[in-house]
């Protein structure tokens, strides 16, 4: 191994499309004497693809803590460990913050290599321009919790990124719609794999265009809206420029007379034609 090796490797895996493991990846995989898994039977497949020799470690939400404490005595027993989840990056919402913690509290060295995430992959590709985005990872599953945590979410103004589940896609999308409304929502699902889809609309439009066809609401999803209107994108501006674009003129033209007529920011309206446009 050319790297460290008394280190925790923290390790992302692919989403679904298999090229996406980086070279390093493999190399850490491959050649680390241990590798701490969220599922060892869902991960043995890609390990013995790579021929990786590793013995396993479980490393799921129920064993973190038991878990921490064996890699710590592997780390200080002057051995490498990898930490993978089942798909993506360890500890975005899935096991690991816990271990890396542990291992850190103990002095020993954690290493993080780049890689595969679903939220990341998801922004790269939504559309959205909102400088900023906060990620938030799972909802609740309870819907008094959800329209909650939603409500907190309201005013904050950069882009908010969830991961669902497909058996709560539409409740949660509904909820988006009631408690957040009047923004863009854009929906991806099945990232790099054979279904893969993206598609951005009103956060008001998107439970029908769920509905219209069952197999949209099936696989993975990340949710991703736009951030909390700024004064200038909400009310007259916005109705104006609607208009303009469902007239047919060009994104800049609209976003120019919008903002003659409401005295809304034409920057804002831009941006805001582009989402509508996407
Ligand atoms: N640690 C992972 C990461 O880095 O993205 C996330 C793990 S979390 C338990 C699983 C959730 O991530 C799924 O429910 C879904 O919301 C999202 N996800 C994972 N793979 C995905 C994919 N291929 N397309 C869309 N969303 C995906």
Known sequence: MTEESAALYVVPTPL???ADLTRRAEEILRTVPWVAAEDTRHSGPLLKQ???QARTIPAHQHN???AAARIVE???AGEAVALISDAGTPGISDPGARIVAAVRAAGCKVIPLPGPC???TALSASGLLDEHFLFYGFLPSKGGQRRQALE???EQPCALV???APHRVLETVEDMATVLGNRTLV???ELTKLFESIHSLPVGEALAWLKEDSNRQRGEFVLMLSGAPANAESGEGERVLKLLLAEGLPVKQAAKLASAISGAAKNALYDLALTLKA
């Open 16 to 18: 679904g499309n298999l």
């Open 50 to 52: 790579l021929g990786a």
């Open 64 to 66: 973190e803590h038991e």
């Open 74 to 76: 592997k780390l200080q």
């Open 118 to 120: 679903a939220a990341t």
């Open 152 to 154: 907190a979410l309201r």
């Open 162 to 164: 969830f991961y669902e």
């Open 187 to 189: 929906i991806a699902r």
